[in-house]
């Protein structure tokens, strides 16, 4: 059967289009590959209660001693530094290994791969390198294959294109011929000792850069242009003009960034504020005579100038012109602007007050890096405000701004960074009230910062100012893990604090005699292990911990106190404890009819020589209702002449006998 | 001569460390002795000598530790930022009475050991990470890269103006490499009522794609793996869908030889029930006119219960049905 | 008796072992080198079985350590290991570990 149901012999194509309507309501919105990861990232702020996240987070993983430039006792150094810098040796280490024995790395399962994990050749004489090689080494910002890789390149007449000639020569005279600084490991330098601020001269002459330079047949702008720079960057002054007026001469037109350096090396080339100053305008003018319009750079370039020139007295007045005509050009300044214009005008008097409108310029601004001297700007900003002005609003302002979006990145250094805290703190010490004080202390100790003995110090004394004792034993549980007890005279301002009264708060007054006691165990446990350091304590310190266990009414602590220094220290005089804490001691040890004690204090008053100690039980005898005889007999055991004499003056004037047994008085205890 | 050897150490071994264990144990009573006596030998390794030693660390360092650090957070603190991603479950840094594990001894039932030094926390995957808040926070954060529906595009637009449907997957395995073969394999769907055939064409792309094609949902479902790569396959896929249209269209000379058996339904019109009812009727009655007699209500319904017992599954309904259009033709029909 | 999977949970966490898993050889051949490789390098020191927890190309090594050595040396030893197992496997490797003061701390009981 015939089934026919349709025509085959027309078709026609229906094209789908779609409707506008519905294209029109799409609205896309751009997104590259790791936006929403940054999204995500922006709803974590900053944990205060953490440490970075390099640290394994574990109580005795976490570092807890400070950055301390100085170092001189055994603990000094800063953990944080250590466990870091331990942390990348151990990198470095299995990085040796991969370099080393790259035979055993080979496996990879790694799809795609990652170049990180992987062996990266090294060039010699003999290896046969082409374009590619060289593409590929100075993508990586290899410079010393690069070079290698070229000089075979040359030896073996391969053909390079010019265009891949000026990449590295741009790439060689941004790193200065030398190999460029590994972004894995970069611990070392944020743990500098010391900020390497470096303005001289690191240029590498007759090197790589100059020898690409010369061997270009033709040298362009651009090549001009790219060797200007790198001697810019690296301060290779003389060598830098030279070239820029083989330009001039030969009609090239330089950069805006060529100009930057330029002026930057200004420095070098004269001597005098206004030399130098001349020297800029005529850079500037001829600046304008090839049509290039300034940049931030250049302004800071300018700042940097006077910023080193500030003997010339016109030097603040042109840094403000500067940053007006900034204003003109509606030139946005970086940080850096605002720390070479601090510079400049605080080495003036009063000129430090341009940082209230520094600061009302930028609050609230969130920065991203521009200048390599941006990083400086709040360390000095806080310094400037600690030291010159005093102004704790001024001091919570310039917090606030570190503490906006992500501007406390703008630290190039740990040192650094503990500076700025050091300066805050500071100020929050002399200006603030305890509690206050004490609020910021809790959200960045010990995490973001661990305060010096010398803020520590500057807490006390606030604590001593608003008398807020209570405080104390936080800070001294603190001062204990931070391992800064016997660091300066931390221990003894301690324990003068808690010494000078005593407090009502009976459980106040149980705890510093905790801290008494555990500093006293501390000493005694340092100076009798022979392999570290003793610590010499003075005897002020051994009377105040008296006077706390005695104000604390812990006798037994009191008279251990005397007990070990009577065995320890019979005849240091430095240990030597005041009479008045003798005398003090004495009334205690009446009080608990303590008699050994007794007689060990007189013994010990009678050795150092305090014979008012003596003189004072007698006189307050009626007191303590003690008998004549005991008094006598106690006058003889102790058998000491001056105490004969102020005894005989006083009441009993019987001669005395010979001394008896020293045990008479525990005897008489019984 | 190797196992007296090792024999000998072994005695030695504990030998020496009976004279450890003595030492410490009557030290004190024979102290006048020690004195008197040699340089200990120390044969055992220091580190198996049990209490011979303190910890290193407490040892070197007198190193006060920090407490852990939940005791420093404050009650209101953003719990996102503390615990921002997946993390092994860490006690110091988690404010609460965790407790992991079974504890069953002879005395009874224990409660579970807590957060501290316990390792069964640390394996199990912890969801500290996505407490509710948190959530609530990274979908604000990623609400900007979402683009609201258009309002105007409905369901039904959906299928008029975007009819082919391509479903592939994507794998993520926990390894060095983002390969995974299956990721290869795809699927495309189209309805077949939004292809535009005649009812050949239906009929015939239909047998083309046997299987591929869902008579229940009207979905054509065609999955290509035969090429390394996803792009390839669908580019095969669809390939495939054109030429089964384009095969589709055509009619082969071979198509005209088509039998009762290879009808895809029951032609009522060309089947034998149609030829035997007119030649019933051609001799009942002598006037009768075909083309009116095929347009009368009885021959349809005949016409279509027929078909039905054909097409459909047989049930008494049917057959019911049947029974009675026979009976209005055969008894109610006047001609 | 142990009832791993009931009262214990796994050592190794990954998609490997799941249904389908990809690299499931290779995988626990890794974590087997994993596993020498600390028990080599952190030598006495880790008090607990070694963790190993893969996401992505993430290895995550985790642990409970005894703290008989200088936090200056635990933390030469998790950057080495770091790094080094990073170049083995071609993955991040991370370490996330925890301190006791001696091995007693982790025994829960006594038979």
Redesign the interface.
């Known amino acids: 059967m015939i089934v026919n149901t349709g025509s085959v012999s027309t078709f026609t194509f229906v094209s789908f289009s779609i409707p506008k309507f519905i294209l029109s309501s799409f609205d896309y919105y751009y997104r590259g590959p790791t936006d929403i990861l940054k999204a995500l990232a922006s709803t974590v702020s900053r944990d205060f209660t953490a440490a970075h996240y390099k640290y394994m987070d574990d109580p005795f993983l976490l570092p807890s001693k400070s950055v301390d430039v100085v170092s001189f006792t055994l603990f000094a150094k800063s953990s944080f530094r250590a466990y870091a810098l331990s942390k990348e040796s151990g990198r470095k280490a299995a990085r040796y290994f991969l370099n080393t024995y790259p035979e055993l790395f080979f496996r990879d399962d790694a799809e795609p791969k990652v170049p990180a994990f992987c062996y990266r050749e090294l060039y010699d004489e003999n290896t046969d390198n082409t374009e590619d090689d060289l593409r590929d080494c100075i993508a990586n910002r290899d410079v010393p294959n690069c070079i290698i890789a070229y000089n075979n390149m040359e030896a073996k007449d391969v053909k390079i294109n010019p265009e891949l000639k000026q990449s590295l020569l741009e790439l060689v005279c941004f790193y200065n011929s030398k190999e460029a600084r590994d972004e894995e490991f970069l611990e070392e330098e944020w743990f500098q000792s010391k900020k390497e601020n470096i303005v001289r001269r690191t240029w590498q002459d007759g090197e790589f850069a100059e020898q690409l330079f010369d061997s270009l047949p033709k040298k362009d702008a651009r090549a001009y242009c790219t060797l200007i720079q790198g001697m810019g960057k690296y301060f290779q002054a003389g060598k830098a003009f030279k070239l820029y007026e083989e330009m001039k001469e030969l009609n090239y037109s330089p950069t805006v960034a060529v100009f930057n350096y330029l002026i930057e090396n200004v420095v070098f080339i004269q001597e005098s504020g206004e030399l130098r100053f001349e020297m800029i305008t005529k850079l500037l003018r001829d600046m304008s005579q090839y049509n290039l319009k300034p940049n931030v750079n250049t302004f800071n370039a300018i700042l940097f100038v006077l910023s080193r020139s500030t003997g010339w007295n016109k030097a603040s007045n042109i840094a403000l012109n500067t940053f007006a005509e900034m204003k003109l050009l509606n030139v946005q300044p970086s940080l850096a602007s605002y720390y070479y214009l601090l510079l400049v005008l605080s080495s003036k008097n009063n000129g430090s007050n341009i940082l209230y409108e520094i600061v009302r310029e930028i609050e609230g601004k969130s920065f991203a890096i521009k200048h390599p001297a941006d990083v400086n700007f709040f360390e000095y900003a806080m310094h400037v405000c600690c030291n010159f002005l005093s102004d704790v609003e001024l001091g919570y302002r310039i917090h606030n701004l570190l503490s906006t979006g992500q501007n406390h990145k703008f630290f190039s250094t740990a040192y650094s960074e503990a500076v700025y805290y050091r300066n805050f703190f500071s100020l929050l010490c002399l200006s603030e009230s305890t509690d206050t004080l004490m609020d910021v202390y809790n959200k960045y100790v010990p995490n973001i910062y661990i305060p010096e003995a010398k803020v520590m110090q500057q807490i006390l004394q606030n604590i001593e100012l608003y008398d807020t004792y209570h405080y104390i034993p936080q800070i001294f549980s603190d001062i204990t893990t931070f391992q800064l007890s016997f660091r300066g005279d931390l221990a003894d301002t301690v324990l003068t604090l808690i010494a000078k009264k005593k407090h009502q708060d009976e459980n106040l007054q149980k705890q510093f005699v905790a801290i008494a006691w555990s500093l006293f165990n501390t000493i005694v446990e340092r100076n009798s292990n022979v392999k570290i350091f003793p610590l010499h304590v003075k005897g002020e310190m051994y009377s105040k911990m008296i006077l706390i266990f005695l104000n604390g009414k812990d006798f037994e602590k009191a008279s251990a106190v005397l007990k070990y220094l009577v065995k320890e220290k019979p005849n240091d005089p430095a240990t030597f404890i005041e009479g008045q804490t003798l005398k003090l001691l004495c009334d205690a040890s009446l009080e608990n009819k303590m008699m050994n004690t007794l007689k060990q204090t007189i013994d010990y008053a009678s050795v150092i020589g305090c014979a008012d100690v003596i003189k004072h039980i007698i006189e307050n005898n009626e007191k303590y209702s003690l008998s004549e005889e005991f008094i006598e007999k106690f006058i003889q055991s102790s058998n000491l002449e001056a105490a004969k004499e102020d005894s005989s003056s006083s009441e009993s004037s019987e001669p005395s006998e010979t001394s008896e047994s020293p045990d008479e008085s525990s005897d008489e205890e019984k | 001569m190797r196992p007296k050897n090792l024999f000998l150490c072994l005695r030695f071994q504990t030998i020496s460390s009976r004279l450890f264990f003595e030492k410490r144990f009557y030290g004190i009573q024979k102290s006048s002795a020690d004195e008197e006596e040699f340089d200990k030998l120390n044969i055992m390794p220091r580190?198996f000598v049990k209490g011979d030693r303190e910890?290193?660390?407490?040892r070197?360092?007198l190193?006060?530790?920090?407490?852990?650090?939940?005791n420093?957070?404050p009650v209101d603190?953003?719990w996102?930022?503390?615990w921002?991603t997946?993390?092994?479950f860490?006690?110091?840094?988690v404010p609460l009475p965790v407790h992991m594990?079974?504890?069953k001894?002879v005395s009874g039932p224990?409660p579970p050991?807590g957060k501290?030094?316990n390792?069964?926390l640390?394996?199990?995957?912890n969801f500290l990470h996505l407490a509710p808040p948190?959530i609530k926070?990274?979908c604000?954060?990623?609400r900007?890269?979402?683009?609201?529906w258009?309002?105007?595009?409905t369901d039904e637009?959906c299928d008029k103006?975007?009819?082919l449907e391509v479903i592939t997957s994507d794998y993520?395995?926990?390894?060095?490499?983002?390969?995974?073969p299956?990721a290869r394999i795809i699927t495309i769907r189209i309805k077949l009522s939004s292809l535009?055939l005649?009812?050949?064409?239906k009929?015939k792309l239909k047998r083309i794609l046997q299987h591929r094609y869902d008579p229940k949902t009207d979905l054509i479902t065609i999955v290509a793996d035969k090429c390394p790569l996803k792009s390839q396959n669908i580019d095969y896929a669809k390939y495939l869908l054109t030429a089964c249209f384009f095969e589709a269209?055509?009619?082969e000379s071979w198509?005209?030889e088509?039998?009762?058996s290879d009808w895809e339904t029951f032609?009522w019109e060309?089947s034998p029930s149609k030829a035997s009812l007119i030649n019933y009727f051609k001799k009942t009655f002598q006037n009768f006119n075909e083309e009116n007699f095929l347009e009368k209500d009885t021959v349809k319904d005949y016409s279509k219960s027929v078909k039905n017992l054909f097409d459909k599954e047989e049930n008494d309904e049917l057959l019911e049905d049947y029974r009675k259009n026979v009976e209005k033709l055969l008894f109610d029909e006047r001609l | 008796m142990y009832k791993i999977g009931f009262t214990k949970t796994w050592n190794s966490w990954n998609t490997s072992n799941l249904l389908d898993g990809l690299r499931k050889s290779e995988t626990a051949v890794e974590d087997l080198f994993i596993r020498k490789f600390i028990s080599g390098t952190w030598h006495r020191l880790f008090a607990s079985e070694v963790i190993i927890k893969r996401r992505a190309n993430t290895i995550i090594i985790g642990g409970i350590v005894v703290r008989s050595i200088l936090p200056r040396k635990m933390y030469f030893l998790i950057g080495f290991t770091e790094e080094l197992l990073s170049y083995v496997l071609k993955c991040n490797v991370k370490m996330e570990i925890q301190t006791v003061e001696s091995k007693e701390e982790l025994i829960v009981k006594y038979v």
């Open positions: 580190m910890p290193l660390a407490k070197e360092a190193r006060p530790q920090l407490t852990p650090r939940y420093r957070m603190q953003d996102n930022s503390v921002p997946a993390k092994m860490n006690p110091s840094a594990g079974k504890l001894t224990k050991p501290f030094a390792p069964e640390m394996k199990v995957p948190a926070k990274h604000d954060a990623i900007k890269f979402c683009t609201p258009p309002q105007a595009l637009m103006y975007f009819p993520c395995h926990a390894s060095p490499t983002i390969r995974e299956k535009d005649d009812y050949h064409a009929d269209w055509k009619t198509e005209s088509k039998e009762q032609f060309k």
